[in-house]
Nanobody, 112 residues
Framework: QLQASGGGWVQAGGSLRLSCAAA????????MGWYRQTPGKQRELVAS???????RYSDDVKGRFTLSRDDAGNAVSLQMNSLRSEDTAVYLC????????WGQGTQVTVSS
């Protein structure tokens, strides 16, 4: 089970931080990260970290968003800077282990 937090409303150029934590330790960790979803669009992978620590970002957020994983390995945070109106979406965290689980979506609204 994943618990997501953060998000909210911010003006363009501002920052927000999202957090996502798994309940308990994680076995067979494969990857963890964030997708985002806007109405009428396909779900987009925003940022991810794999089991070897490799981080990947979508081209849209590269250089603005930073994904970090805690030492225990069961939580990630997404620091979002220089936010744009097009970043407005519902953000969903996921954890890929033996199965893939999803956290509840958190709304990010960026006002231009």
């Amino acid at each position: 089970q994943l618990q997501a937090s953060g998000g909210g409303w911010v003006q363009a150029g501002g920052s927000l931080r999202l957090s996502c934590a798994a309940a308990g330790s994680v076995r067979n960790f494969y990857g963890m990260g964030w997708y985002r979803q806007t109405p009428g669009k396909q779900r987009e992978l925003v940022a991810s970290v794999s089991s070897d620590g490799t981080k990947r970002y979508s081209d849209d957020v590269k250089g603005r968003f930073t994904l970090s994983r805690d030492d225990a390995g069961n939580a990630v945070s997404l620091q979002m800077n220089s936010l744009r109106s097009e970043d407005t979406a519902v953000y969903l965290c996921y954890l890929a282990a033996r199965t893939t689980v999803w956290g509840q979506g958190t709304q990010v609204t960026v006002s231009s």
